[in-house]
């Protein structure tokens, strides 16, 4: 079984950026991919950016293009959300997922491990 934490959210103002990390744990060969989401109150879990550990190569939903960076750490097993100029609009709670699959993929479904979450409000 593969644990998912993230860390790092919180209460900035708009414009600021913040950097969420998401440590993983447990039966970490059985990642492959990892992703952000986010899920806003009242509106469905939405797709941010995908990563997979094996080359670094990243996936990212068209309207977080330009502001929202995946990075990861393999050595660290942790991933990390950059994110600047946020806006009010970005505030949710954000989601890290684990898949055993390799290919990076936009669907909530295909991620089988998940995190609590941790809470991003941006205030204007």
């Known amino acids: 079984q593969v644990q998912v934490v993230e860390s790092g959210g919180g209460l900035v103002q708009a414009g600021d950026s913040l950097r969420l990390s998401c440590l993983v744990s447990?039966?970490?060969?059985?990642?492959?991919?990892m992703a952000w989401f986010r899920q806003a109150p009242g509106k469905e879990r939405e797709f941010v950016a995908a990563?997979?550990?094996?080359?670094?190569?990243?996936y990212y939903a068209d309207s977080m293009k330009g502001r929202f960076t995946i990075s990861s750490d393999y050595a660290k097993n942790t991933v990390y959300l950059q994110m600047n100029s946020l806006k009010p609009e970005d505030t949710a709670v954000y989601y890290c997922?684990?898949?055993?699959?390799?290919?990076?993929?936009?669907?909530?479904?295909?991620?089988?491990?998940w995190g609590q979450g941790t809470q991003v409000t941006v205030s204007s």
């Open positions: 997922a684990s898949s055993a699959a390799y290919g990076l993929r936009s669907r909530s479904s295909s991620y089988d491990s």
């Open positions: 447990g039966r970490t060969f059985r990642s492959n991919a």
């Open positions: 990563i997979n550990w094996s080359g670094g190569t990243t």
